[in-house]
C-alpha cells in the first residue's frame, strides 16, 4: 500500500511569489492534515479536512495561505504571496476515521519550502 | 490548553548506550500519546504509541510507557546504534469531534557515536 506523498519535495522561491504543495493521502483515508516545521521548532497543525470539508483551519497563520481538497481525494496548500517566515517544513498526513480512538496519523516526507 | 513538553537536545551518546529522552505532557481529556521519529532526509515515522493509561508502546528495541499519575510518556533504548541517529518528536492527539489533531514537542536530535 503506497503512503502519503508529497510534491515537491523542495521548493526554493523569492519572497513575493506564489507556491503550490500537493499532498495524496493514503487511499481511503478520510481524514487529511496540514502540518507545518518552521526554523526547527516543533511541528504545528495548520488544518484538517474530513473528506472535502475543512474541519478545523484554526492553525493557518493568514489569509495568504489557501488550501483545498477537491473531491475529497489529493490536497493543495497555496501560500500566496510567500514571505520569508514561511520558509519551512511542510508535512501532510492522513488517517482513517475511528470514532473510539484518536487516530493514527501517517505521514508523507514533507516539502521543505525556502523562501529567499 | 494541550501541550507536549520534552527534553531539549541535542543529546549525543556512544554505540550501545543507554537512552532516555523525556516527555511530559498536558492535556484534557484522554490523550493517545505517541513518539515519531525523522531519519535524516526522510519524513516523519510512527515509531510507537499507547493509548490509554499503563500501555507500552514499543518498536525497533525502543519503548515507552504511558504514566497517567505524572504525565508522561519517556521514551527508552537499552542499547542504541548509530542507526538510531535522527530526531525524535514526542506527541499526543486527543479525539474530539469526528477525528483529532496532533500535538508535538519541539522535537529532541539524538546523535549516536561509533
Known amino acids: 500500500e503506497a503512503g502519503v506523498t508529497q510534491f515537491p519535495s523542495h521548493s526554493v522561491i523569492e519572497k513575493g511569489q506564489t507556491v503550490t504543495l500537493r499532498c495524496d493521502p493514503i487511499?481511503?483515508?478520510?481524514?487529511l492534515y496540514w502540518y507545518r516545521r518552521v526554523m526547527g521548532k516543533e511541528i504545528k497543525f495548520l488544518l484538517h479536512?474530513?473528506?472535502?470539508?475543512?474541519?478545523?483551519e484554526s492553525g493557518m497563520p493568514n489569509n495568504r495561505f489557501l488550501a483545498e481538497r477537491t473531491g475529497g481525494t489529493y490536497s493543495t496548500l497555496k501560500v500566496q504571496p510567500a514571505e520569508l517566515e514561511d520558509s519551512g517544513v511542510y508535512f501532510c498526513?492522513?488517517?482513517?476515521?475511528?470514532?473510539?480512538?484518536?487516530?493514527?496519523?501517517?505521514f508523507g516526507p514533507g516539502t521543505r519550502l525556502t523562501v529567499l | 490548553g494541550d501541550s507536549v513538553t520534552q527534553m531539549e537536545g541535542p543529546v549525543t551518546l556512544s554505540e550501545e548506550a543507554f537512552l532516555t529522552i523525556n516527555c511530559t505532557y498536558t492535556?484534557?481529556?484522554?490523550?493517545?500519546l505517541f513518539w515519531y521519529v525523522q531519519y535524516p532526509g526522510e519524513g516523519l515515522q510512527l515509531l510507537l504509541k499507547?493509548?490509554?493509561?499503563?500501555d507500552k508502546g514499543s518498536n525497533k528495541g525502543f519503548e515507552a510507557t504511558y504514566r497517567k499519575e505524572t504525565t508522561s510518556f519517556h521514551l527508552e533504548k537499552g542499547s542504541v546504534q548509530v542507526s538510531d541517529s535522527a530526531v525524535y518528536f514526542c506527541?499526543?492527539?486527543?479525539?474530539?469531534?469526528?477525528?483529532?489533531?496532533?500535538?508535538f514537542g519541539s522535537g529532541t536530535r539524538l546523535s549516536i557515536r561509533p
Open positions: 498526513a492522513s488517517s482513517q476515521v475511528d470514532y473510539r480512538i484518536p487516530d493514527t496519523q501517517y
Open positions: 487511499s481511503g483515508h478520510d481524514n
Open positions: 479536512f474530513v473528506k472535502e470539508s475543512k474541519q478545523d
Open positions: 492535556a484534557t481529556g484522554y490523550p493517545s
Open positions: 499507547a493509548t490509554k493509561a499503563d
Open positions: 506527541a499526543l492527539s486527543v479525539f474530539y469531534s469526528s477525528a483529532s489533531k496532533i500535538i
